[in-house]
């Protein structure tokens, strides 16, 4: 198995008065694309809050490429080299998308090159570089999302649904750009609703539930075990979806 690029330990974190994560363990491993699953409300999204700084840890560690980031401030846990993509798609619809790549690329001007290949990536960056973010299609609001998140070279992208409210063709885009990605390597935190979707992507996999991962292994062996999907996520995905 991979090292582990990002690991959590007994991770526990609250929103005002409510307790969402109970102690969550997880292992991702350099390299691989791991995908977090669960049913609505199990604390995925808030997990990735949480790593990034976003919601504040009441116990445990967040300890990226072996050093404790928790508690470290957004900004700080940015530069050393983690890119997040939120639900909410984190755009900025009055500019256009040239002007919100340039404010992603935070090291200086775009290199062309990465900019070729972000555009190969996802042509209608290219196809609307001039355009208003707030103009384009749902999808490509979510394909600007990464590729702002990939403009520059990162060690660790954390996604959040990525697919939701999408189109099939956009999700098959998605897909393709996502497998571009596995290509080179990176190492993604993918978090994510449609089964097969994450069966198509993912090499790793965890499952949360009420707060805590109550499953880890390999994308493939759960796969295969729709009494296992049955049992985690509450259906027979492979059947259903």
Known sequence: MAESLLSLTDLHANIGQYHILHGVNLEVPRGELTVLLGRNGAGKSTTLRTIMGLTQVSRGTVRFKGEDITGAATPGIARRGIAFVPEGMGIFQLLSVRENMELAAASGPIDPQRLEWVFELFPPMKQFWDKDAGNLSGGQKQMLAIARAIIEPRELLLIDEPTKGLAPSIINDLRD?????????????????????????????????????????????????????????????GAHQ
């Not at 097969?196 to 996999?205: C, M, T």
């Not at 109550?214 to 009494?227: I, K, R, T, Y």
């Open 177 to 237: 750009a996502f497998i571009d990605l596995k290509d080179q390597e990176a190492t993604i935190l993918l978090v994510e609703q449609n089964f097969n979707f994450a069966r198509a992507l993912g090499q790793s996999v965890a499952v949360m539930d009420d707060g805590a991962v109550v499953h880890a292994g390999q994308m493939a062996a759960l796969a295969e075990d729709e009494a296992l999907q049955q049992e985690l996520l509450g259906l027979s995905l």
